[in-house]
Every structure is written in C-alpha cells, then in structure tokens.
C-alpha cells in the first residue's frame, strides 16, 4: 500500500469520540488469513445488478469488552452465525460504509479517498456505541482482502468492485444496551452502473409525507436503520413512477439528500449569480465524500460561486419558472454522479432542464472524478501533481506538469495503489 501521512482518526472525530484517541485497536500485522480451495467464477461485467454477487473471501474482526479486539480473519466468503438475540438483529445497532476499489488502465487497483470511509465510520461507531479502532488499520486489512481477491475488480470501464465494511452489536441479550460485543466485517461485490436508466437521468419523488432524518437524530451517520426506514417510501416513489425519494425537511420542503446521493443545483441564484449550490451538513444530511470532493473540486477552479446553504422545493419551482436552473444531479460513490431529470412534486411532473452533454457542468464532474480515480495512468493526461496533502485530494489541481515520481513511492493517502 502507499503510505499515508494523514491520520485515520480525524481531529473532527477525534474530538467528537474521545475514546478514539490512543484507541485499542487490532492490527493488520495480524490478520490470518484462510484461502478458499476453489475460485467462483467471475460474472460478465455487463449486466451486474448491484450488490447481488460476492467475491471468494471476507474480512471478519470480533471485539469484546472482556477480551478487546481479535485478530483479523481472512477466509473464504459464507454465511455467518449470529446469536438469535443479537442487538444488530432487534435493535438495529448495526453501520456500514460503501466504497469502490477501480482497476486503473495500468491495471493497477486504487481506492478513492478511503480515509474519509474510515473517518465516516468511526463517527458512526461512535452514535451507534460501538467501539473504536485505528481507521488505518482497519483500511490496510481491506487492502489485504482487496488484493487477495483482486481478479473481481473489472477491466471494463464501467465496472467496479464495491466494498461493503459493516459493524454490528452481538450483544447477545435482549436488553437494550451498550453492546458488549461487536463483528466488524467487510464484504466485497463486483458491480455496474448503479441507475439502471438509458437517458442517464433519475427522477425523483418530492413528497414531505415522510422523513429521513431530523436534527439530533442519525441521519449524518450511516447506520443501516436509516435505509431500512426509507424503504416503503422508496416502495412509494417507484409506483409513482419515480427512481428515488427526494428527502424534503420542515414546514418549508428543503431539500436535502436523495436516497443514496447528495444533492446539487446548478443555478442563477435569487441574486443573478451563476452558483453550484448543496444543502449544508447540519446533522440530516449524509457527508458524502462524493459530494465534499465536488465541493472541493468546483471550488478550486473558481469559475462559479460554490455554496453550501438552504434550498427549498419553492426556490426550484420558482427558477424552473424564471429558466435560471441549469441542471440538477446527485452524488454519490455508486453513481459518482447522476443527472436528475424530473422531480414530482405535489402532482406537478417538474420537468429538470438537459444541457448538452458535452457542455453540461454534471457530464464535467463525472470526467473528472473518474479520471482522477484512473489517476496517475492514461485518462488524466495533464496538469495533475499527487503530494502531500490531508488526504491528496486538494493539492491535485496545483500543479503544471505530471508528477515526476512513482505514485506508489509517494506520500498518496486518497488512493491506494499497488501493482498487481
Ligand atoms: C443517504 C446518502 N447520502 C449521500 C450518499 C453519498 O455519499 P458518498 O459520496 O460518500 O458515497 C450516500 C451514499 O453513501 C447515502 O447513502
């Protein structure tokens, strides 16, 4: 793996979570690991229906208050066996992150910014009780996993290998508590394009009728109870005729988060501005980290105002109707970024205006984010300089010329790299 400089357990968290600092924490040093005796075969990589077929191996990791922190296991991917009165399985004490691992045109496989994944999740593990670990650690024992089973990540362009951590309360007692026991495991799952839509655009149902997420609640966290609770709206949206919920909040519709991707507009603002603007992160909102490297990467070319602030469902009626919006799209690891081509909102079909593809400001970030997950082989032919960094990401656009060193010797903590 690359070596990273940046800590895996961020101030943000470190502060919300004191446990987290100087944490117990297992070590990937340690991980057994126990081979299959026979390799599945690989599915074709078109047609992949997400999260439906799993590699040969998963990473499994148990923690007890007792005994603390086991060693990792590697072993041959199968069902597991949980006690009937596990926490996960009455009180929903369960989180989990999503992640992708791309096969780059060198061949090499590369994870995106796998440390705020790691952040994430211990911010989670934090609202859900249960404990902490070294992120980086927990990230090299992926990377193993990763490579053990690196033949699943596809040579096609629009193909993945999607990876899937998960924590859960083994608490194996009916009383709701603090679990005494955790399984920290990681699955992995070749995968397509996520919206399965050949306009490339999602539509998307605007109905306040239920609720996501409010504030105090754990909707900034990923927790498994958030999706499961958003499922008969989901159920609802499709026999509108729509893809996804647009999670609307308060008496006045804002709009916050779709069901799996953040929320962008793209816009000549109240005040004549040209403006890419999101929802701000105020506790109902997932940080996405697709949508923190939009942020980042629309901020550092300057050509617009970039906005975190408050949108409702009137201010996009009234810009449909002044024609000041330009487009709408989500974010999000599985899409990266998707279109959005109608809302339905209180009966009313709100047709969502289509640029050009070649011109439009959505198809841009897809370029961009994919070529900088293709970085540092062939599709990102110029101006890209890896460094030092938090993380890497934000010292990509600084540069004039293509960076003169190995990328595995360098100091890249947003993607991990290593040959194959
Ligand atoms: C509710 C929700 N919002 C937003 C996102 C996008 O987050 P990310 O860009 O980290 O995938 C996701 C996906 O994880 C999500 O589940």
Not at 88 to 94: G, P
Not at 214 to 223: A, I, M, R, V
Not at 261 to 282: C, H, S, V
Not at 322 to 336: H, Y
Request: with cysteine.
């Amino acid at each position: 793996m690359a070596s990273g400089s940046a800590s895996a357990r961020s101030p943000q968290v470190q502060d919300e979570n004191p446990s987290c600092n100087d944490v117990a924490s297992f070590k990937a040093a340690d991980t057994v690991v126990q081979q299959c005796e026979s390799r599945k075969p690989k599915p074709e990589s078109e047609n992949l229906s997400f999260g439906t077929v799993f590699t040969d191996h998963m990473l499994l990791i148990e923690w007890s208050s007792e005994g603390g922190w086991e060693k990792p296991r590697i072993q041959p991917f199968g069902n597991l066996s949980l006690h009937p009165a596990c926490s996960a399985l009455h009180y929903a004490v369960q989180l989990f992150e999503g992640m992708k691992a791309y096969r780059g045109q060198d061949d090499r496989v590369r994870l995106f910014r796998p440390m705020l994944n790691m952040e994430r999740m211990l911010k989670s593990a934090h609202r859900a009780c249960l404990p902490s670990f070294d992120g980086a650690e927990f990230l090299e024992c992926i990377r193993k996993l990763v490579e053990l089973d690196q033949d699943w990540v596809s040579r096609s362009d629009s193909a993945s290998l999607y990876i899937r951590p998960t924590f859960l309360g083994t608490e194996s007692s009916l009383g709701v508590k603090k679990a005494s026991r955790a399984l920290l495991f990681v699955i992995l799952s070749p995968v397509g394009s996520y919206f399965s839509t050949a306009s490339n655009s999602v539509s998307l149902w605007a109905d306040s009728k239920y609720i996501r997420a409010w504030k105090g609640g754990t909707g900034d966290c990923k927790l498994g109870a958030n999706y499961g609770a958003c499922i008969l709206a989901q159920d609802e949206a499709v026999g509108f005729g729509c893809q996804q919920v647009l999670w609307l909040y308060g008496d006045d519709h804002q709009i916050t988060e779709v069901g799996t991707m953040n929320l962008f507009l793209y816009w000549i603002n109240q005040d004549g501005e040209e403006e890419l603007a999101t929802p701000p992160l105020d506790g109902i909102i997932l940080p996405g980290i697709t949508r923190q490297s939009i942020l980042e990467l629309a901020r550092k070319w300057g050509e617009f105002k970039v906005s975190e602030r408050y949108l409702t469902m009137a201010d996009l009626r009234v810009a449909l109707e002044e024609e000041r919006l330009k487009e709408m799209f989500g974010s999000g690891t599985a899409c990266v970024v998707s279109r959005v081509g109608r809302v339905l909102y209180q009966g009313q079909s709100l047709q969502i205006p289509c640029v050009a593809e070649s011109n439009s400001l959505t198809s841009r970030l897809l370029k961009e984010l994919t070529d900088i997950q293709d970085v540092p082989n062939g599709r990102i032919g110029h101006a890209r300089c890896l460094c030092n960094g938090s993380d890497g990401f934000s010292l990509l656009f600084s540069a004039s010329k293509r960076p003169a060193f190995s990328p595995i010797d360098s100091s890249l903590v947003f993607m991990l790299v290593y040959p194959l």
